[in-house]
């Protein structure tokens, strides 16, 4: 293995953000910022399937968004129901299966029915797993971990807390809107992540830009704790663990 990841990441998390910047500069409602949002997220799992990402998360509803005025949240809701619906033969057809990772106690019965059904539908693809983060906190997610191991009475290590979240570690995190923040996304998962901040608008993101960012994470140096004089002399088979 050389000092370069030289390889692409095979697990990359999405922070969406700018469908309302998007909208307002073209003096749209901010609902049509987040229809063309829907459209460049099914350009870029489209991508990213083809490149060979393992596993992409996107973040689409925080559990701090519900704080936003109503008919945005219902409008939100909605764009999820429906683009599920619409959207999951093609997944099938591309072999991405589909996750829904949150807390799903706020969602209308509808939802959650859609939610079943693509989960299901899509259960057998290999191509990719997409992962859609909604009603999700990365200190919840933390949360239920460790609630789920104290009522297994397993032991809570570091190991165990990893294996009980709802997502697994991150090799590449990618914000877009300008901010350079995690915003209660997956906090645990992304401790050796390396972080991509893209200026462009999430709407204005696509499959160019998704691999100007895979391009970037294969020439940063991962070390792991170490120095780069032991990643140049050491053959190393494996990744060392996190220290
Ligand atoms: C951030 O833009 C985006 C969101 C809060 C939602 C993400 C939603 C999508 C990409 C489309 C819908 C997809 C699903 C799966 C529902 P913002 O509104 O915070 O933008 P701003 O910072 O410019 O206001």
Sequence with gaps: MSRMSS??????????????????????????GHRKGLESLHE???????LGVEA??????????????????????ELF????????????????????????????????????????????????????????GGRWDIVEAAKQLLAQGRPLTE?????ALSVSDVDLMIRTGGECRLSNFMLWQTSYAEIFFSDKLWPDFDREALKEALT????????????????????RKTEPKPN
């Design 216 to 235: 970037w994470y294969t020439q940063r140096e991962r070390r792991f704790g170490r120095t780069s004089e032991q990643l140049s002399h050491t053959e």
């Design 7 to 32: 390889h692409l990441p095979r697990h990359v998390a999405v922070i969406m953000d700018g469908n309302g910047r998007w909208a307002k500069a073209r003096l749209l409602p901010r609902a049509q």
């Design 81 to 136: 129901a429906s683009g599920l619906e619409k959207w999951t033969p093609q997944l099938v057809d591309a072999g991405v299966r589909i996750r829904i990772v949150g807390d799903r106690s706020r969602f209308s019965e509808s939802l959650l029915r859609q939610i079943e059904a693509s989960e299901t539908a899509t259960k057998a693809g290999t191509a990719m797993t997409l992962s859609i983060a909604a009603n999700y």
């Design 44 to 50: 870029i799992v489209e991508a990213a399937a083809e």
């Design 56 to 77: 992409l998360t996107v973040f689409a509803f925080s559990s701090e968004n519900w704080r936003r005025p109503e008919r945005e949240v219902r409008l939100l809701m």
């Design 159 to 163: 190991e165990h807390l990893t294996e």
